[in-house]
């Protein structure tokens, strides 16, 4: 009896320290809802909020009006490829080239409400609301390619799209459309007097209309959508336009004699909702400012190569290319429009600060 009692003790003994262990197993694994968390774990919580709001993943949304091979169009797409590549997928941007989502002014509108994140819009119709944004198309800043990206590089442009914040969008890059061409249906425009009196289309912004009007020209203001039509019912007896719009939108159907004029490029302001910008990271901030400078680039190699494309493929439509303008037929154009330009360079210290660097560099 008494080895028997010694043995039921040691087995009391063992079943006591056993229950012990796995009461203290079970908490290290499971925890408690009380208990204070340990220190490693104070520090890890709040890390993991900022590592989870900075890689935050979202898509957006951009617009553009011309048709999906025009180099404005194809600078959208190059700033698509670095966001989404710097980005390693996390921020994604769906594209509506075509005016999908509406025209120029439209989508302008539709950015600064916040109803679309971000277009490429063209200069003009952001000049109708801000002066800023028309210097730059003050006629006859631009001689080459190679200047005008040494000026979109510099302060004098940053300073001009800063100035557009007061429309609550942030600009942060100019993409362009390309050099334009005067385009009639029956003959080359050479000089002023070829032009006089007609018809000819302007975007809707007083600069336009100011330009034109200098030239001799009936200013005649239409949206980008409407030309096509403009021209088949003689609303507009001629138009300036890019060659790969005349191309791209058919144009060529309507008008059959181009000749390069280089009174003004055609450039396209990159704008984001500014309140939109402002909510994301700096990290994200400084990707979306950094491709956008950097698809100047792009756009304007683009720009080259589509340009000897298109002329080829316009020719091959029956359409005639003229000579480019003459050093004599290029000043009479340039006497015409002098005031326009020194009128709307007084405009603002901004605006001739950008006028008076891009004649520097001529």
Aim: hydrophobic residues 40%; aromatic residues 8%; negative net charge.
């Amino acid at each position: 009896m008494k080895k028997l009692s010694k043995v039921f003790a040691l087995l009391l003994i063992l079943a006591l320290i056993l229950s012990a262990c796995s009461g203290t197993s079970s908490t290290s694994q499971s925890g408690s809802g009380d208990a204070a968390p340990s220190a490693d774990s104070a520090a890890e919580g709040p890390q993991e909020d900022l590592e989870d709001r900075e890689a935050q993943s979202y898509t957006l949304r951009i617009a553009n009006v011309v048709q999906e091979a025009n180099p404005m169009n194809m600078a959208c797409v190059s700033f698509i490829e670095k966001i989404e590549s710097g980005s390693n997928g996390r921020i994604k941007i769906e594209n509506y080239p075509a005016r999908q989502l509406g025209d120029d002014s439209e989508l302008f509108a539709q950015v600064q409400q916040g109803s679309l994140d971000m277009a490429l819009v063209s200069a003009s119709p952001i000049g109708a609301t801000n002066d800023l944004a028309a210097a730059l198309q003050i006629p006859y800043l631009f001689t080459s390619w190679d200047q005008y990206e040494a000026i979109l590089s510099n302060e004098v442009t940053d300073n001009l799209l800063a100035g557009l914040e007061v429309n609550n969008v942030k600009a942060l890059g100019v993409w362009n459309a390309g050099n334009r061409y005067f385009a009639h249906p029956t003959k080359e425009v050479r000089v002023p007097n070829d032009i006089k009196g007609l018809k000819i289309r302007v975007s809707q912004t007083p600069l336009g209309m100011d330009i034109f009007n200098a030239m001799g020209a009936s200013a005649t203001p239409l949206n980008y959508g409407e030309i096509y039509t403009g021209l088949q019912n003689k609303v507009l007896d001629m138009i300036e336009m890019d060659i790969s719009a005349i191309l791209m939108e058919k144009h060529y159907e309507v008008v059959k004699y181009l000749v390069y004029s280089p009174h003004y490029t055609w450039p396209g302001i990159f704008v984001i909702n500014k309140d939109l910008f402002d909510s994301f990271s700096p990290e994200d901030q400084a990707l979306i400012a950094k491709a956008a400078k950097e698809t100047i680039t792009d756009n304007v190699n683009y720009i080259r190569e589509i340009e000897a494309q298109c002329e080829k493929e316009l020719i091959a439509e029956g359409v005639t290319i003229g000579e480019p303008l003459s050093a004599e037929e290029l000043a009479l154009w340039k006497e015409r429009t002098a005031d326009v330009a020194e009128n709307w360079s007084n405009k603002d210290p901004r605006i001739k600060a950008f006028v008076d660097y891009a004649l520097s560099l001529q």
